[in-house]
């Protein structure tokens, strides 16, 4: 009964999305997690829900352990506001609004009744805070930056990327190291619309470049292996130059692997092995695969719209609404 429910609140909301007299845009401007822009406290934060309130998202709060409901388009906005920078250009903001929503309708359209919840709050789905949560990160920014954020909601509002008809896996990161990754170089298996291109934007991503120090106890701890040398041989790398395969003291590893055990930002690394320390330096920042979320932001910088961001990341898509994809 819950899954009718849901698949009829799709529907509404793809009427109401195709009758723009019935929705109610608001607008405003905003700053970033890194950088605030100073904003009047009396401006006031309006909900991206509107009248597309009928989709309800079951969130499971890490923190709490317990169910919240979301409107679908408050859920939009909110994740968006955790995800991604509000500072970020409006073309941005509005690709990442599409990302999100594309996630959680396919993640809808495919639930499992016999789980109470959607998704998690976390990196392990999507992002979110409340508005509470917000409001504590941002203070007197808040009503700012969400109103910025759900102009980009409404203005997509009721739109997912599809391709061949269906929602995508809407994959996005932080940062690439100038090309995405082809999905089955990081997660084995072939998926036609994320392939690997080239982002190079991101080189101006603050978090572009990075270090890790390591002792030789804490590699070899971390990575399982017993003795006290360090020998790496036969490296490989991907397509995007990230590392495929890398054998250390004779056992080898994935990129993937190494990056997860040792919590590196990327698996595009080179390692640097001094006497008593070895350095990990890395290039990008995120899995690589789909959209880049600094690439967006210097696309949109070069003039680049929404439709453009998502075209070029995820590869022979479509943006329908959602009335086409039920």
Do not use: C
């Not at 529907?11 to 700053?31: D, K, Q």
């Amino acid at each position: 009964m819950r899954r009718q429910g849901l698949i009829l609140g799709i529907i509404l909301l793809a009427v109401i999305t195709v009758i723009p007299t019935l929705i109610v845009i608001p607008f405003a401007e905003a700053a970033t997690e890194n950088e605030h822009i100073s904003i009047d406290e009396s401006t006031e934060y309006v909900s991206a829900s509107g009248e597309n309130s009928d989709i309800m998202v079951e969130v499971l709060r890490e923190a709490t352990d317990q169910i919240e409901s979301v409107p679908l388009e408050d859920y939009v906005a909110l994740v968006v506001a955790s995800e991604i920078p509000a500072d970020f250009e409006m073309e941005a903001l509005k690709a990442q609004a599409l990302a999100a929503r594309t996630y959680i309708v396919q993640r809808i359209l495919h639930d499992d009744p016999e789980q109470e919840h959607h998704v998690t709050d976390t990196v392990e789905h999507q992002v979110f805070q409340s508005e509470d949560e917000l409001r504590e990160v941002w203070g007197v920014d808040y009503s700012g930056n969400m109103n910025k954020i759900d102009q980009a909601v409404q203005e997509t509002a009721g739109e997912v990327i599809t391709y061949d008809g269906s929602p995508i896996t809407a994959a996005f990161f932080s940062t690439s190291n100038g090309y995405t990754e082809n999905a089955e170089d990081y997660w084995q298996n072939e998926i036609p619309y994320l392939r690997s291109v080239s982002s190079p934007w991101d080189e101006q991503s603050p978090v572009y470049r990075d270090q890790e120090i390591f002792t030789y106890q804490e590699v070899l701890q971390q990575l399982g292996l017993e003795g006290n040398s360090f020998e790496v041989t036969n490296t490989t790398r991907t397509e995007s130059n990230r590392i495929q395969e890398i054998t250390v003291n004779g056992e080898t590893f994935s990129g993937r692997e190494i990056r997860e055990k040792l919590d590196l930002r990327s698996n595009d690394f080179t390692i640097e092995a001094k006497a008593d320390h070895i350095i990990f330096k890395t290039n990008g920042f995120g899995h690589g695969v789909g959209m880049s979320q600094y690439g967006a932001n210097g696309m949109a910088q070069s003039g680049n719209t929404y439709h453009d961001i998502v075209k070029h990341y995820y590869q022979g898509v479509e943006i329908e609404t959602l009335e086409h994809v039920l």
